[in-house]
């Protein structure tokens, strides 16, 4: 509260606050009062209630797939940690979410320590930025740091690599905030995005076992959307039945119609057999 009340006596985030909710239909102003003073956590990070509410969705999100895949603790990183304020936001946003969703969280803030770095070159915009702007106090920022937090201090290209070898795929990666404002420190940043798969939380998708519906294995049980006819799970977005129309062609299951890669006449059929490539240009269709 008192981070809140603090940030609240700046003129900017007044207006900020100002020009998002007037620009809402009233009725939503009047609902948003409404989940403001009665609402769950849950429905104020919907309704973008909570402070930096780009970081509330992206942790909520990260908890709720987290959880549906029985993963009990999930990595959070900040990029340009600077004061601090961004990197002690996300540690009250993930700490409230643990106690909705039960999901643990490992709060990782990246940063040189010292302000900001001398430019590389034209692309870094150097007549935006100076070396040594948005430094930190790192005692007192790893103080009021609490224990699930840590900082990873020191140039990018040099922490990044280490950082996500050496992360356990028990604690995947499930949100990552980058604001470090240099088109070089980006580059480096989002090389942590580059590892094997498993150093990543996963998406909630329809998977358990797996039905083979005509030529494309399709994963099946958890979604409840639709129930194939012999009685297994299927997702109806992925199901394919032999009537159906090939992806990208507006031919119809018989017939010839136009390829609309060169606009050539070949049957259904021959595209089919043509391992979904044009016969006459070889373009792919999309699956």
């Known amino acids: 509260m008192g ?28 609902l948003s009062l409404l989940v403001w003073a009665l ?5 104020k990070i919907a309704f973008d209630l909570v402070v930096r509410q780009w970081n509330a969705y992206g942790i909520l999100k990260a908890a709720d797939h ?13 990029f340009g940690v600077a004061a601090g304020a961004g990197l002690m936001n996300m540690a009250e ?23 900001m770095p001398a430019p590389t070159d034209y692309r870094d915009h150097p007549d935006l930025y100076q070396q040594g702007e948005c430094g930190m106090d790192v005692v007192a920022l790893r103080k009021a740091l609490p224990a699930n937090a840590q900082l990873v201090l020191g140039d990018l290209s040099d922490t ?63 979604c409840s959307r639709s129930r194939s006819s012999i009685g297994r799970t299927s997702c109806a977005r992925s199901r394919r039945t032999a009537s159906s129309r090939i992806p990208g062609c507006s031919a119809g299951p018989t017939g010839s119609s136009t390829c609309t890669a060169c606009t050539c006449s070949i049957t259904h059929i021959a595209r089919r057999a043509a391992a979904k490539r044009c016969p006459r240009c070889g373009s792919r269709t999309p699956t």
Request: aromatic fraction near 8%; include cysteine.
């Open 93 to 115: 946003i993930a700490r409230r979410v643990t106690r909705m969703t039960g999901v643990q969280f490992s709060l990782y803030g990246f940063d040189t320590g010292q302000g």
């Open 3 to 30: 981070y809140l009340l603090q940030k609240l006596q700046h003129k900017d985030v007044w207006e900020r606050i100002l020009r998002e909710r007037l620009t809402e239909p009233l009725h939503l102003n009047c």
């Open 66 to 78: 987290a959880k549906a895949l029985g993963i009990r603790r999930v990595s959070v990183v900040e």
């Open 160 to 222: 990044v690599g280490p950082f996500i070898r050496s992360l356990s795929p028990r604690e995947p990666i499930g949100y990552v905030s980058v604001d470090v404002d240099y088109y070089s420190s980006t580059v480096s940043a989002l090389r942590l995005l580059t590892a094997h798969p498993e150093k990543y939380c996963p998406s909630r998708s329809c998977s358990s076992t797996t039905s083979t519906t005509s030529d494309i294995r399709v994963p099946a049980a958890s």
């Open 39 to 43: 609402g769950s956590y849950r429905a």
